[in-house]
């Protein structure tokens, strides 16, 4: 499998992954336009795309698929909760390309999908992909973890992990209302850098050595900020960056394209 993180954060997430047969996106929270624009960085046509994978409703990952959808014929897959509110705001979507899934796992082509619910303020899932003894998972917008989780992801060589606020710079801030903080740290909101230390040093032990940290929040956290601050914890648990695990972050600009 290839992937490669085209935007994550704040102001939009897609993700791009293909195996020999299947050739995904999942989420695209940024426009249209935008992400054809990211896809020719990696010599990808839009009508390459078979399947456009969601994960939540809410806009920095949906806000292109619509439209994308729409131009270029693609089927849209969310889990059925997730269709709930996605019909009223996917209005372009034909009922054709309206897929839904039920179950946990299903098969895209040679890929072997796993979804996970996650809690967050709306019916939200995680995403592990499997193909050739190859894994990866993309985990974000988690307000919380539980043993589904860890099970879903354990054995990923590589996860895209949120990393989205630094503790004392969403207390401390003054730009967002109490109400908003309380959302965001709450069991239904997002996943802090210590949280996101907590997962990857689970996932070390159960055999992950690449690490993305994602959806950064651009007002709580910043890509230096969590990175030396989710390393230097690591090290607190013998866990050295860069020999133990390697760790990137994932920006509002195309990443690092990963060859599994
Ligand atoms: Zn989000
Ligand atoms: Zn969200």
Excluded at 1 to 23: C, Q
Excluded at 62 to 68: L, N
Excluded at 147 to 156: H, K, M, N, Q, V
Excluded at 158 to 187: H, M, Q, W
Aim: charged share 25%.
């Amino acid at each position: 499998m290839k992937i490669i993180n085209l935007a994550s954060g704040s102001d939009g997430n897609m993700t791009y992954l293909e195996s020999e047969k299947v050739k995904i996106l999942i989420d695209i929270g940024i426009s249209c336009a935008e992400a054809v624009k990211r896809l020719a960085l990696i010599n990808v046509k839009p009508n390459d795309i078979d399947v456009i994978l969601v994960t939540h409703e809410h806009n920095d990952h949906i806000k292109g698929v619509d439209a994308f959808s729409f131009k270029f014929d693609k089927p849209v897959f969310a889990h059925r909760t997730v269709w709930e509110n996605l019909k009223f705001k996917l209005i372009k979507t034909p009922s054709k390309n309206r897929r839904f899934f039920e179950t946990g796992s299903f098969q895209l082509r040679d890929i072997s999908v796993n979804a996970v619910a996650v809690p967050h303020d709306v019916p939200c899932f995680g995403y592990s992909f499997e193909n050739d003894g190859r894994k990866i998972s993309i985990l974000t917008d988690v307000g919380h973890t539980n043993e589904r989780i860890l099970d879903s992801i354990r054995g990923s060589q590589l996860v895209y992990l949120e990393a989205n606020y630094d503790k004392t710079l969403l207390k401390e801030g003054t730009k967002y209302p109490l109400a908003l903080k309380r959302r965001i740290s709450g069991g239904s909101g997002h996943l802090s850098n210590d949280e996101s230390v907590s997962l990857i040093r689970y996932l070390v032990q159960n055999g992950s050595r690449q690490i993305v940290l994602s959806h950064l929040s651009r007002e709580n956290n910043s890509p230096d900020l969590a990175y030396s601050y989710i390393s230097n914890k690591l090290l607190e648990f013998g866990i050295v960056e860069g020999v133990h695990v390697k760790i990137d972050v994932a920006t509002n600009r195309p990443g690092t394209l990963f060859k599994l």
